[in-house]
């Protein structure tokens, strides 16, 4: 039953729809039918602007924080179930009910799970994805080389001690690959050098008129 209620409460935590209520109570708009046609804070940003896009960006990794401290003050007798919240929120992120099973990447969603579960690691791989973002302006890199260093910090630190230390490393580069799949269609863009940067493409006239409330009928 531990497992259960872990994986109930991360999963409703995770599928909230940050962007997607967002868009839709506040901008009037569907934010699946504007930019790239994502969930993420990125594509926020680029269609609503700077201040939603922090918003989403903050809640998103909130949605992982909260889950996992919850169930890790309720179990704290059995620390794996932590793991299993964890996993939760990153699929209640990606594949929220509230919107049809659709979702975002899960690189802020996943960097709140992991703060919550190895804070050393996790801000080390955030230095390194802002490093990356401040070099070549691209989210997705930076994404990408977060995640996949995610797993080599928590070796690193051993935040969970000898007995879950691997059990959490395990954890982390299966989230890793799924998080690199998920970039998939941006690293063929950065390999053809079509990658955009962030603050480069800016929203049309049309989009921006949208994103003003009652510009748009809501979607």
């Known amino acids: 039953m531990d ?33 790239s046609r994502n969930m993420g804070a ?31 003050q309720l179990f704290a007798d059995n620390p794996p179930v932590a793991f299993a919240a964890a996993a939760a929120a990153l699929a209640g992120h990606t594949l929220s009910f509230w919107v ?17 579960l190895a804070a050393k690691a996790s801000l080390c791989s955030l230095l390194l994805f802002l ?11 930076g994404s990408i080389l977060g995640s996949a ?8 630190f051993a935040e969970s001690g000898p007995i879950y230390t691997p059990y959490l490393t395990g954890f982390s580069a299966f989230v890793a690959a799924f998080i690199i799949f998920k970039h998939k269609a941006n690293i063929l863009r950065i390999l053809r050098g079509e990658e955009p940067r962030l603050g480069a493409s800016k929203p049309s006239a049309p989009e921006k008129a949208s994103a003003r409330p009652g510009t748009e009928k809501t979607q």
Do not use: Q
């Not at 269609?47 to 918003?55: D, E, Q, S, T, Y």
């Not at 490093?131 to 890199?141: D, F, K, R």
């Open 42 to 72: 990125t594509n926020v940003f680029r269609v609503l602007g700077k201040k939603p896009g922090i918003f989403t960006l903050l809640f998103d990794i909130v949605k992982g924080v909260v889950p996992v401290l919850i169930v890790k």
């Open 3 to 35: 497992y259960l209620y872990a994986v109930l409460i991360g999963y409703l935590c995770g599928s909230i729809p940050t962007a997607y209520w967002l868009g839709k109570f506040v901008y009037r708009l569907n934010i699946f039918e504007h930019g």
């Open 100 to 116: 049809k099973f659709k979702g975002g990447k899960g690189v802020a969603t996943g960097l709140g799970v992991f703060l919550a």
């Open 149 to 156: 260093a995610l797993p080599f910090f928590i070796l690193y």
């Open 131 to 141: 490093a990356t973002l401040a070099i070549s302006g691209m989210v997705s890199l």
